[in-house]
């Protein structure tokens, strides 16, 4: 199953399509937050890099693990090497 965003802003919020894309809006737009996205991002990544999960479920669950192992030092460093 593919996800698209959409721009389109629907009453349900994902619609699913014939063809079993969902397609979900575009969250809003924070400038406050684009450098922790930045910044997290990639920490993230690099983490869960070359491994296979079974489900959603478990990606959000190592995703959420690898967060909770950062410390405070370095969400405090994201905003000035922005």
Known sequence: MRMLP????WKHGVV???NGIIVAPYPPY???LTPYVFFLFPKVKLRL?????DD???IWV????VL???EEQHFQEAFPQW
Do not use: N, P
Not at 6 to 9: A, D, F, K, V
Not at 49 to 53: A, C, E, L, N, V
Not at 62 to 65: A, F, V
């Open 6 to 9: 959409h721009t389109r802003h």
């Open 49 to 53: 890099k070359g491994r296979r999960f």
């Open 56 to 58: 959603i479920q478990m």
């Open 62 to 65: 190592e995703s959420l693990k």
């Open 30 to 32: 924070l400038l406050d």
């Open 68 to 70: 909770q192992q950062l």
């Open 16 to 18: 699913t399509t014939r």
